[in-house]
């Protein structure tokens, strides 16, 4: 047995299965090849007869051999048919092997026969044309039947070792010489068989592992794919009753901010504020790198104005940055980009709260933009402590964070995910950075052809959701209780709901058409936020504004959401960036703010 089946043992096939299985593929080869070796053998023996058709030999003993050979071929044949109707898994390596092996046996002796019944003493001519043949014929089966070296012998001694011994008994020197020579071919033709088989068996028993292991690595890749979608099936899940609870506590201690007026308590729920904002960003990121090792995000590319997304991180960063003496300068611009918004905006906002954080008081952040050509170069510019040459590729490695910034930087991966959206987006990142002096980080992206609608930035008119009638539809009481109460602080008239039967019930005894819907994606039935959308907007025949405020990580109801104008907002939203997003909704749909009748 070949050494390559003694390191079986570690794979799913022990020594003895895997040699059952070079067994039966070698069984199945020499079957395979059964038709051809049979139509072989019979032209063989029709070109012996002819050859000798005019020597000395009874014709009709020359006829009863080719008869013989057509025998033995014609029951090959017929083992040829039951070989193939047979089940695989019910061909026994054993049978087969043995029904094989008689017939090649068969074989060998008919043709050795010939040495004693075709053999012409008196024609030194006849004889060399038999012992071609005989030599020929041998030859021949080199290559068929070595695969079976049981087989190979039995065929091979039988049909040369009679006329090896014939020329022998002839005793003189010119048929000793062709005695000698057949003995050779005899010796040459086993030395390449021996070899021929111990190879082709080789190749099985290597073929045969080499199937295993890409059997256990495509096992293994499968098991690792489950697990990887198990575990981001997991965060997101998590992420989403995290980032609920996180903006029912954001709503919450916002009102709390303006209902209580004593500093003490409002150093108190700033902490808890921003203690909540961690959290809500420490899951935001896990979920964020567990989507991408899963291949879960499918990036969807647009025109994207970048004035919206700045006055975003303004609105998120502009307090921070001030609490903490840093000057923030934003560039305004009018330029547009070809990007995915969600994801531009995460990364521009993970450079932001590193440059912020890792900026002393008295520093400044300076976010701006450089037209270059067809493409936009993004820089966010920070007079921080800057980075070490060494560690300007490290930083981009997950978990790693500089050495010496003791404050609390969160988990190190925000420049990770940072890269590998950029990655994702077909973007270029550079980081050119000092020791001391600070760091400018800068997103090399395509210039969108024209600037997106919602890069002309209006100017907001006086409270423009005073009065307006607002449909809040979420199924966590905790965050529809303070989503309901900051909207109503900011005079908006509120229709609350859990699902969508409950929204239209409530709306029933209206009179006027919702100005605004602002729902919750998952709602915890089989309908999601985009279908209530569809509903609402589908019973009042108007396009209604509408902001999906969601807590679910996912990426397919992005393209749904955009091809409808609705928004996306990710919890935890600031009260800040949802009054903003609110405004914009009817910015846009300007042309019908005025009060419309609910259709009959």
Same mark, same amino acid.
């Given at each position: &047995?070949?050494?390559?089946?003694?390191?079986?043992?570690?794979?799913? #096939?022990?020594?003895?299965?895997?040699?059952?299985?070079?067994?039966?593929?070698?069984? *199945?080869?020499?079957?395979? #090849?059964?038709?051809?070796?049979?139509?072989?053998?019979?032209?063989?023996?029709?070109?012996?007869?002819? +050859?000798?058709?005019?020597?000395?030999?009874?014709?009709?003993?020359?006829?009863?051999?080719?008869?013989?050979?057509?025998?033995?071929?014609?029951?090959?044949?017929?083992?040829?048919?039951?070989?193939?109707?047979? #089940?695989?898994?019910?061909?026994?390596? +054993?049978?087969? +092997?043995?029904?094989?092996?008689? +017939?090649?046996?068969?074989?060998?002796?008919?043709?050795?026969?010939?040495? =004693?019944? &075709?053999?012409?003493?008196?024609?030194?001519?006849?004889?060399?044309?038999?012992?071609?043949?005989?030599?020929?014929?041998?030859?021949?089966?080199?290559?068929?039947?070595?695969?079976?070296?049981?087989?190979?012998?039995?065929?091979? @001694?039988?049909?040369? =070792?009679?006329?090896?011994?014939?020329?022998?008994? $002839?005793?003189?020197?010119?048929?000793?010489?062709?005695?000698?020579?057949?003995?050779?071919?005899?010796?040459?033709?086993?030395?390449?068989?021996?070899?021929?088989?111990?190879?082709?068996?080789?190749?099985?028993?290597?073929?045969?592992?080499?199937? !295993?292991?890409?059997?256990?690595?495509?096992?293994?890749?499968?098991?690792?794919?489950?697990?990887?979608?198990?575990?981001?099936?997991? =965060?997101?899940?998590?992420?989403?009753?995290?980032?609920?609870?996180?903006?029912?506590?954001?709503?919450?201690?916002?009102?709390?901010?303006?209902?209580?007026?004593?500093?003490?308590?409002?150093?108190?729920?700033?902490?808890?504020?921003?203690?909540?904002?961690?959290?809500? *960003?420490?899951?935001?990121?896990?979920?964020?790198?567990?989507?991408?090792?899963?291949?879960?995000?499918?990036?969807?590319?647009?025109?994207?104005? %970048?004035?919206?997304?700045?006055?975003?991180?303004?609105?998120?960063?502009?307090?921070?940055?001030?609490?903490?003496?840093?000057?923030?300068?934003?560039?305004?611009?009018?330029?547009?980009?070809?990007?995915?918004?969600?994801?531009?905006? *995460?990364?521009?906002?993970?450079?932001?709260?590193?440059?912020?954080?890792?900026?002393?008081?008295?520093?400044?952040?300076?976010?701006?933009?450089?037209? $270059?050509?067809?493409?936009?170069?993004?820089?966010?510019? !920070?007079?921080?402590?800057?980075?070490?040459?060494?560690?300007?590729?490290?930083?981009?490695?997950?978990?790693?964070?500089?050495?010496?910034?003791?404050?609390?930087?969160? %988990?190190?991966?925000?420049?990770?995910?940072?890269?590998?959206?950029?990655?994702?987006?077909?973007? *270029?990142?550079?980081?050119?950075? &000092?020791? /001391?002096?600070?760091?400018?980080?800068?997103?090399?992206?395509?210039?969108?052809?024209?600037?997106?609608?919602?890069?002309?930035?209006?100017?907001?008119?006086?409270?423009?959701?005073?009065?307006?009638?607002?449909?809040?539809?979420?199924?966590?009481?905790?965050?529809?209780?303070?989503?309901?109460?900051?909207?109503?602080?900011?005079?908006?008239?509120?229709?609350?709901?859990?699902?969508?039967?409950?929204?239209?019930?409530?709306?029933?005894?209206?009179?006027?058409?919702?100005?605004?819907? @602002?729902?919750?994606?998952?709602?915890?039935?089989? $309908?999601? /936020?985009?279908?209530?959308?569809?509903?609402?907007?589908?019973?009042?025949?108007?396009?209604?504004?509408?902001?999906?405020?969601?807590?679910?990580?996912?990426?397919?109801?992005?393209?749904?959401?955009?091809?409808? /104008?609705?928004?996306?907002?990710?919890?935890?939203?600031?009260?800040?960036?949802?009054?903003?997003?609110?405004?914009?909704?009817?910015?846009?749909?300007?042309?019908?703010?005025?009060?419309?009748?609910?259709?009959?």
């Amino acid at each position: &047995m070949p050494a390559a089946v003694h390191n079986a043992g570690n794979r799913d #096939e022990s020594p003895r299965s895997l040699a059952e299985r070079v067994r039966r593929e070698q069984i *199945r080869a020499l079957y395979e #090849e059964l038709p051809f070796s049979a139509l072989g053998m019979t032209i063989g023996g029709v070109i012996v007869v002819a +050859g000798l058709w005019q020597s000395n030999t009874p014709r009709s003993l020359m006829i009863l051999w080719l008869g013989l050979i057509a025998a033995n071929q014609s029951w090959r044949l017929l083992l040829y048919r039951q070989f193939q109707r047979a #089940e695989p898994a019910t061909r026994s390596t +054993g049978l087969w +092997g043995r029904r094989w092996a008689l +017939g090649a046996l068969y074989s060998g002796l008919t043709w050795g026969s010939s040495a =004693l019944f &075709m053999f012409d003493p008196a024609s030194a001519n006849y004889q060399a044309y038999l012992v071609i043949c005989l030599v020929g014929v041998t030859a021949g089966a080199l290559a068929l039947v070595t695969i079976d070296l049981r087989s190979f012998f039995l065929f091979i @001694v039988p049909t040369l =070792l009679p006329i090896t011994a014939r020329l022998v008994a $002839e005793a003189d020197r010119m048929h000793l010489w062709m005695a000698a020579v057949c003995a050779l071919v005899l010796c040459v033709l086993i030395k390449f068989g021996l070899k021929l088989n111990r190879e082709l068996e080789q190749s099985l028993y290597n073929r045969f592992l080499l199937d !295993d292991e890409r059997r256990l690595a495509e096992r293994a890749r499968q098991q690792a794919e489950v697990a990887t979608q198990a575990k981001s099936k997991f =965060l997101q899940a998590t992420s989403h009753d995290l980032r609920n609870d996180v903006q029912a506590i954001s709503l919450l201690t916002d009102q709390l901010a303006q209902a209580n007026h004593d500093p003490k308590q409002h150093e108190r729920v700033a902490a808890i504020a921003a203690s909540a904002r961690t959290v809500g *960003r420490l899951a935001d990121d896990l979920l964020s790198v567990s989507r991408l090792d899963a291949g879960d995000i499918q990036p969807f590319v647009t025109a994207v104005a %970048l004035q919206p997304l700045f006055d975003s991180i303004e609105l998120e960063f502009g307090h921070l940055a001030a609490q903490q003496g840093i000057a923030l300068r934003i560039q305004p611009t009018p330029l547009a980009v070809t990007t995915d918004r969600m994801l531009l905006e *995460r990364i521009v906002r993970n450079l932001a709260s590193n440059a912020v954080r890792y900026t002393r008081s008295g520093g400044s952040v300076e976010i701006g933009v450089h037209a $270059e050509d067809n493409a936009v170069r993004i820089e966010v510019r !920070d007079t921080g402590i800057g980075i070490a040459p060494q560690d300007q590729q490290r930083i981009f490695d997950e978990f790693y964070q500089v050495a010496g910034s003791a404050a609390s930087k969160g %988990l190190g991966i925000g420049l990770s995910i940072v890269q590998r959206f950029v990655e994702l987006l077909g973007h *270029r990142l550079t980081v050119e950075s &000092m020791p /001391g002096r600070g760091s400018t980080f800068g997103i090399h992206l395509a210039a969108a052809a024209a600037p997106a609608p919602e890069s002309v930035h209006e100017p907001a008119l006086p409270n423009p959701l005073r009065g307006r009638v607002a449909l809040l539809v979420d199924d966590d009481a905790a965050v529809l209780s303070g989503m309901a109460d900051k909207l109503r602080s900011w005079d908006l008239e509120v229709f609350a709901a859990t699902d969508a039967d409950q929204a239209l019930a409530a709306l029933e005894g209206a009179r006027h058409v919702p100005a605004l819907i @602002v729902a919750d994606y998952q709602l915890g039935t089989d $309908e999601n /936020g985009i279908a209530l959308v569809d509903r609402v907007r589908s019973r009042f025949a108007s396009p209604i504004p509408a902001l999906l405020v969601t807590g679910y990580g996912g990426d397919e109801h992005r393209a749904p959401a955009a091809a409808r /104008g609705i928004r996306i907002l990710a919890k935890p939203v600031k009260p800040a960036q949802l009054r903003l997003a609110l405004e914009d909704a009817l910015r846009i749909e300007g042309s019908r703010w005025e009060t419309r009748s609910v259709p009959s």
